[in-house]
T-cell receptor
């Protein structure tokens, strides 16, 4: 079945350093890849997304890259700040038009001041 | 995000009880989804619906049922709750607002504890 693997499960960085979270997906027909940030006790919030016709997308300090051939995509956060500390989820949506998202297992990012 | 509401927000119940989680949305979009979140497992799809007559099982539907009473309402039921259904449950609606713009709207979540 469809599957998304996310690594690492936990990540600790010093403030100002970069953080990278990686995901691989199994369904080659997947065409939409969002990233969510979830703060403690809150709902996931979309922070950036990328579609299969684009290789890279950037929004200020965050960027996402997509390698369709290898079926993996990554989230890059530069100049990390303590408020970036949260759980991050990647997801993939297939082309079946059902709108279903298959989520990765999540990465807990801790940014140390 | 106030477009998707969930009730209750927190619930503690006992094994064997029937529980209903309710979700309402105001965006008027057709597609609605129920996910559960468990630590280390991410979010997993339970059921989804495209309209009141179209209900589909997700990857972990066993032990759950749903009802799409109207386009705006999508309820999740646990017929006989068991402790491993303790989780955070999210209702999500999906809308296409343009040719290349679509968004999942998450509800605030329901934290369910089954003792």
């Amino acid at each position: 079945g469809e599957n998304v693997e996310q690594h690492p499960s936990t990540l600790s960085v010093q403030e100002g350093d970069s953080a990278v979270i990686k995901c691989t997906y199994s369904d080659s027909a997947s065409n939409y890849f969002p990233w969510y940030k979830q703060e403690l006790g809150k709902r996931p919030q979309l922070i950036i997304d990328i579609r299969s016709n684009v290789g890279e997308k950037k929004d200020q300090r965050i960027a996402v890259t997509l390698n369709k051939t290898a079926k993996h995509f990554s989230l890059h956060i530069t100049e990390t700040q303590p408020e970036d500390s949260a759980v991050y989820f990647c997801a993939a949506r297939g082309s079946s038009n059902t709108g279903k998202l298959i989520f990765g297992q999540g990465t807990t990012l801790q940014v140390k001041p | 995000d106030a477009d998707v509401t969930q009730t209750p927000r927190n619930r503690i119940t006992k094994t064997g009880k029937r529980i209903m989680l309710e979700c309402s949305q105001t965006k008027g979009h057709d597609r609605m989804y129920w996910y559960r979140q468990d630590p280390g497992l991410g979010l997993r799809l339970i059921y989804y619906s495209f309209d009141v007559k179209d209900i589909n099982k997700g990857e972990i539907s066993d032990g759950y049922s749903v009802s799409r009473q109207a386009q705006a309402k999508f309820s999740l039921s646990l017929e006989s709750a068991i402790p491993n259904q303790t989780a955070l449950y999210f209702c999500v609606q999906y809308g296409r607002t343009g040719q290349c713009t679509d968004t999942q709207y998450f509800g605030p979540g329901t934290r369910l504890t089954v003792l």
